[in-house]
């Protein structure tokens, strides 16, 4: 497996919070602007988190990569009661929006965070809430950038140090939807050997492969504190 070096991280950073702020500067607030079709697509996505092995209630959660803290509006709605919620994202514009639409919940705290730092170390991270997400964080090809899978599996390593009991995370599968054609900007995972990584974690981990696409196909790993 390659490694990535710190300019790379930095370059990626750097096009990440770029891609969101001209999206935001077209759309403002809406789904289009974190990459979605529609909210019902989005909220689809959310709703896998509950239909799997863990029990969100009384929890805390870290959400990196939160966007608008849509997620949280989910969990509210799905009448799970957190102890608190952190939203993390490196764009400023979109945690502006998602800090002034929670304006009014004490239990809910957003950050402009990158867990891709170059200059964080796992060694300098310390868990932040009991169940971390990570959710369509890691679909963009890399390609010229670094290795995908290199980049995912340090991503997934900072966010499990940031999490007490579970991380969730997920990804476009490379078993396409044969209906809907393949796109070069994304990068498609292979299941099987982000099992094998996730393993490395934890031996409690939970893939989950069995929902429909939205509009690809995906599929998210739980991985548990032993």
Same mark, same amino acid.
């Given at each position: 497996?390659? %490694?990535?070096?710190?300019?790379?991280?930095?370059?990626?950073?750097?096009? %990440?919070?770029?891609?969101y702020q001209h999206r935001y500067q077209k759309f403002g607030y809406d789904a289009r602007t974190l990459g979605w079709g529609?909210? !019902?697509?989005? $909220?689809?996505?959310?709703?896998? %988190?509950?239909?799997?092995? @863990?029990? $969100?209630?009384? /929890?805390?959660?870290?959400?990196?990569? /939160?966007? $608008?803290? !849509?997620?949280?509006?989910?969990?509210?709605?799905?009448?799970?009661?957190?102890?608190?919620?952190?939203?993390? !994202?490196?764009?400023?514009?979109?945690?502006?929006?998602?800090?002034?639409?929670?304006?009014?919940?004490?239990?809910?705290?957003?950050?402009?965070?990158?867990?891709? !730092?170059? #200059?964080?170390?796992? #060694?300098?991270?310390?868990?932040?809430?009991d169940i971390g997400v990570m959710l369509g964080v890691l679909n963009f090809n890399l390609a010229g950038k670094a290795d995908?899978? =290199?980049?995912?599996?340090?991503?997934?390593?900072? =966010?499990?140090?940031?999490?007490?009991?579970?991380?969730?995370?997920?990804? @476009?599968?490379?078993?396409?939807?044969?209906?809907?054609?393949?796109?070069?900007?994304?990068?498609?995972?292979?299941?099987?050997?982000?099992? #094998?990584? #996730? @393993?490395? @974690?934890?031996?409690?981990? %939970?893939?989950?492969?069995?929902?429909?696409?939205?509009?690809?196909?995906?599929?998210?790993?739980?991985?548990?504190?032993?």
């Amino acid at each position: 497996m390659s %490694t990535i070096d710190h300019s790379s991280l930095e370059k990626i950073s750097k096009e %990440t919070v770029d891609r969101y702020q001209h999206r935001y500067q077209k759309f403002g607030y809406d789904a289009r602007t974190l990459g979605w079709g529609n909210r !019902d697509q989005q $909220f689809y996505r959310f709703a896998q %988190t509950l239909d799997g092995p @863990l029990e $969100f209630s009384q /929890c805390s959660v870290v959400d990196i990569g /939160c966007g $608008f803290g !849509d997620y949280f509006e989910f969990l509210r709605g799905s009448v799970q009661t957190l102890s608190s919620y952190q939203g993390w !994202d490196v764009n400023p514009d979109l945690i502006k929006e998602a800090s002034r639409r929670y304006a009014e919940d004490s239990s809910v705290r957003f950050s402009v965070r990158n867990i891709m !730092d170059s #200059a964080i170390t796992e #060694a300098t991270l310390l868990p932040v809430a009991d169940i971390g997400v990570m959710l369509g964080v890691l679909n963009f090809n890399l390609a010229g950038k670094a290795d995908n899978y =290199a980049y995912s599996e340090l991503a997934i390593r900072r =966010a499990w140090a940031l999490s007490n009991k579970a991380l969730i995370v997920d990804f @476009l599968s490379s078993y396409k939807d044969p209906q809907y054609p393949a796109e070069s900007g994304v990068f498609y995972h292979e299941p099987e050997k982000m099992l #094998a990584f #996730a @393993l490395t @974690l934890s031996s409690r981990v %939970t893939l989950k492969h069995n929902y429909l696409s939205i509009p690809q196909r995906e599929f998210m790993l739980f991985i548990e504190r032993e």
